[in-house]
């Protein structure tokens, strides 16, 4: 959850905050009891601060990492969309499945958006019902599916609802499913 990423940052900023007070703390006491014949003592300070940068960049980059994939909006590690995608498509009632979107939201909730090619409109929510409990095993719990209403003979079309021209390029489906505007002629309108 992003609680949890922010409970992370908020422990790294106490954590860094903590270390750097010993670190002071240490250096000052080394330079004031240490006798000025030690010329180690002067090198102290700076070393101690080269390791509280090492620790606090080793400790933030994880966290950085995992809040630059979720504002990216990537698909989280564990997930394999293509399998995904193979195994949605033999639920029972789902002819095909396009449009399939999964991203990771906030830690670990994970989203879904998916077309689906039914039949029949009547056993629609069945499908939904199967398909919503397949996201849900999966590990992903908030999930928007899109029916598409076909006879079984159209098996094989990519999209039922078409694209304007100038998206079908930015879709799975490409310029095979592309819009075209009808422009009734003039001797249809007498």
Known sequence: M????NMRGIFLHVLGDSLG???VIISGLAIKYIPDEEKWKFYLDPALSIVLVVIMLSSTFPLLRESA??????????IQVEDIKERLERTPGVLSVHELHIWQLAGSRVIASVHIQCVKPESYMEVADRVKNFFHNEGI???TVQPEFLGSES???KCALLCAKECAASTCCGSENV???????PSQHA
């Open 2 to 5: 992003s609680s949890q990423l």
């Open 21 to 23: 007070s010993a670190i």
């Open 69 to 78: 994939m979720i504002l990216l909006q990537t698909v989280p590690t564990h």
């Open 141 to 143: 719990h908030s999930t």
């Open 155 to 157: 098996r094989g079309v």
């Open 179 to 185: 819009k075209v505007p009808v422009i009734a002629s």
